[in-house]
């Protein structure tokens, strides 16, 4: 079993903590307490997500984990091609560096891991029928 955090993005923090801090800022004088506390959650709750976002391969299967909201399990060996994406598409990924699994044909799932060179070896090794893309082949290090 091998764990892989996810990579978290500096300018996406940037970008959560300017809108809750510039939407805390008005509602701090006079306070208004059911505001500034419902702030406070979604704060937490945030910061809760980004720093329980991982991925575990464990023997055939991938589980994706992002704190209490995402909790998937997939067979790695029904997976067709693992691509670089900077999709801004909601997903469990702490960061804009993500890679793409697609699997079973036509679903995907969207991670950020902090090593993609390791975690595609990895997968690729379980699944060596995967397909990537040149560019994912070149920046991971694997031999066409």
Same mark, same amino acid.
């Given at each position: 079993? +091998? @764990?892989?955090?996810?990579?978290?993005?500096?300018?996406?923090?940037?970008?959560?903590?300017?809108?809750?801090?510039?939407?805390?800022? &008005?509602?701090?004088?006079? &306070?208004?307490? &059911?505001? /500034? /506390?419902?702030?406070?959650?979604?704060?937490?709750?945030?910061?809760?997500?980004?720093?329980?976002?991982?991925?575990?391969?464990?023997? @055939?299967?991938?589980?994706? $984990?992002?704190?209490?909201?995402?909790? +998937? +399990?997939?067979?790695?060996?029904?997976?067709?091609?693992?691509?670089?994406?900077?999709?801004?598409?909601?997903?469990?990924?702490? =960061?804009?560096?993500? /890679?793409?699994?697609?699997?079973? %044909?036509?679903? =995907?799932?969207?991670? =950020?891991?902090?090593? $993609?060179?390791?975690?595609? %070896?990895?997968?690729?090794? !379980?699944?060596?029928?995967?397909? !990537?893309?040149? @560019?994912? $082949? $070149?920046?991971?290090?694997? +031999?066409?």
């Amino acid at each position: 079993m +091998k @764990k892989y955090p996810s990579k978290i993005s500096y300018g996406l923090v940037l970008i959560i903590l300017v809108i809750i801090i510039g939407s805390t800022i &008005p509602m701090v004088s006079p &306070p208004i307490w &059911p505001a /500034l /506390l419902i702030n406070l959650m979604v704060l937490v709750f945030i910061s809760h997500l980004l720093l329980n976002t991982y991925y575990v391969i464990d023997g @055939k299967f991938m589980v994706v $984990k992002s704190g209490f909201v995402v909790n +998937k +399990k997939n067979d790695i060996t029904t997976i067709n091609i693992v691509s670089e994406t900077n999709s801004i598409i909601s997903a469990p990924a702490a =960061s804009f560096d993500r /890679l793409e699994i697609v699997y079973n %044909g036509h679903n =995907s799932i969207l991670i =950020s891991s902090t090593d $993609k060179i390791e975690f595609i %070896g990895h997968i690729k090794r !379980i699944n060596p029928q995967i397909e !990537i893309p040149y @560019k994912s $082949k $070149k920046d991971a290090g694997i +031999k066409r």
